[in-house]
């Protein structure tokens, strides 16, 4: 049984930063791409990050600089660390297996003054 659990999310300032973590089981951690999406009301999930299992990387274009993607194969885990976060990152965060239905449970992401 595949579990992905989500943490690390919460209320911060307008350049604030947060880091949320991924804590996957029930997989063969280390041969699956990993994937961070978000989602706000009313609107699709987007991608907003990915790591192969070799660990390269991409962003969608709106956090290029700002988000991080890594993993840490060991732990099974997967983070994205969020610096300079604006408004418009509020969003509930999904943790993915890419290419796979398998989904964590989300954690919320509110950036506000």
């Known amino acids: 049984q595949v579990q992905l659990v989500e943490s690390g999310g919460g209320l911060v300032q307008p350049g604030g930063s947060l880091r949320l973590s991924c804590a996957a089981s029930g997989i063969i951690f280390v041969i699956f791409d990993m994937a961070w999406y978000r989602q706000v009301p009313g609107k699709q999930r987007e991608l907003v990050a990915r790591?192969?299992?070799?660990?390269?990387?991409n962003y969608a274009d709106s956090v290029k600089g700002r988000f991080t993607i890594s993993r840490d194969n060991t732990k099974k885990t997967v983070y994205l660390q969020m610096n300079n976060l604006k408004p418009e990152d509020t969003a509930v965060y999904y943790c993915?297996?890419?290419?796979?239905?398998?989904w964590g449970q989300g954690t919320q992401v509110t950036v506000s003054s």
């Open positions: 790591i192969t299992n070799r660990g390269s990387t």
């Open positions: 993915n297996v890419w290419d796979k239905n398998y």
